[in-house]
């Protein structure tokens, strides 16, 4: 059986569905939690990818989730998972750089 010890890329997407508030500053609160949490990440106008062990990484992801649904009323959540059998998956090799 393949486990997941190796480090894998998950790119995440939140849309929080809330009633005239600012969702920007809903989105803020999660970004937060990334950005203390250690994680590699690289974060652009539409998605996060966070570097690292699977679990960590899921684990993180729902924090972000909570954080989130605590200031809207529905949470729509997009994930994207890359897994390698051996070897990590990498920032560098992907965009020739590390975080």
Known sequence: MTDLKHHCHI???????VDKANTYAIIDKALDLIRSSGINHVTGA?????????????????????????????LVSVIKV??????????????????
């Open 11 to 17: 790119s995440f997407q939140l849309i929080p569905l």
């Open 46 to 74: 539409m998605e996060t990818t966070l570097e690292g062990n699977y679990d960590d990484v899921m684990a993180l992801i729902r924090k972000a989730q909570v954080a989130t649904l605590d200031h809207a009323d529905e």
């Open 82 to 99: 890359h897994l390698r059998k051996e070897g990590p998956v990498t920032f560098d090799e992907k965009i020739g750089r590390s975080l």
